[in-house]
């Protein structure tokens, strides 16, 4: 299993990493109370593979408890636990600027002013911050640099860091609430006007011939492989997580599945992570 706590500034990011590391497939707990993180661990290490990441965030806010955070890592190390730190940093100038825009109160409460509350958490994280194997300053971050940096380091070659749902469907049935981008491959000849074809559907072997054998459907997969091609390293340096790429046709039984699943099946070569759904494969016949 893969253990990670993070922690750092006040205002640095850390909600914003925990709902990336979410999106990566972290199972992630906020604010937990240093002496219960033993019992975590184990509840997580022994749960026989169920928690592939987990990732745990602790900060000042636990106030007075935050001072046993080193005493109950160490404990970890000694009872074998592996895990790593990522802290999430930036500069004093940035942190005041987030806090006035937020108006929120600072966990460290100085009669001296924000700085000061500022300058004694940085020094009770003093130690983490020598202790971290991973630090990412977001002083001049961009969200969407910040999601990129830790895909980075946590997904390294396991996979695209996106997941793409791609997704038939009928124009007659309505379009698909959850697209992000729509195709209509309703100007393709239509199987349903076959007599072999018309009760079979864009699974079958027959109507995949049919549909990908005209020069203008072999022309369009193409074109459209190389425009996802294009688009998904985009979507992924914007840190966008979820894509639903729907292909439509009349009925959604025969060319959008088709489509679909060729396109699905490419996608899929690229080592993206495909899910192919056909969602109204089912509903009546293709008119």
Avoid: W
């Amino acid at each position: 299993m893969q253990l990670t706590f993070v922690t750092g500034l006040s205002g640095s990011g850390k909600t914003q990493a925990a709902r990336i590391l979410e999106d990566i497939g972290f199972f992630c707990i906020d604010n937990m109370p240093p002496a219960l993180i033993p019992k975590f661990a184990e509840m997580f290490f022994s749960a026989s593979g169920k928690f592939e990441k987990v990732a745990i965030v602790v900060d000042i806010r636990v106030g007075d408890m935050f001072g046993r955070l080193l005493y109950e890592l160490q404990c970890l190390k000694e009872k074998g636990y592996d895990y790593k730190f990522l802290f999430i940093d930036a500069d004093d100038e940035t942190l005041i600027k987030r806090y006035k825009e937020s108006r929120r109160i600072h966990p460290v409460d100085s009669q001296k002013g924000l700085l000061d509350s500022i300058s004694q958490e940085r020094k009770q994280l003093e130690v983490l911050y020598n202790e971290a194997d991973y630090i990412i300053d977001t002083s001049n971050m961009k969200l969407s640099e910040l999601s990129q940096k830790i895909r980075e380091i946590f997904l390294k070659d396991e996979d695209t860091g996106i997941k793409v749902n791609v997704m038939s469907f009928g124009f007659k049935y309505g379009m698909p609430l959850e697209a992000d981008l729509v195709f209509d491959v309703r100007c393709f000849p239509n199987p349903f006007y076959v007599d072999d074809l018309k009760e079979l559907t864009g699974n079958d072997k027959a109507v995949q011939d049919y549909v990908t054998g005209f020069p203008e459907t072999q022309t369009f997969m193409k074109k459209l492989y190389e425009m996802m091609k294009f688009l998904l390293p985009l979507y992924i340096e914007e840190g966008k997580s979820n894509l639903t790429i729907s292909i439509g046709c009349t009925g959604g039984k025969h060319r959008s599945v088709t489509m679909a699943n060729q396109l699905g099946n490419m996608l899929m070569q690229d080592n993206y992570d495909v899910i192919i759904n056909h969602r109204d494969i089912m509903k009546g016949r293709n008119v």
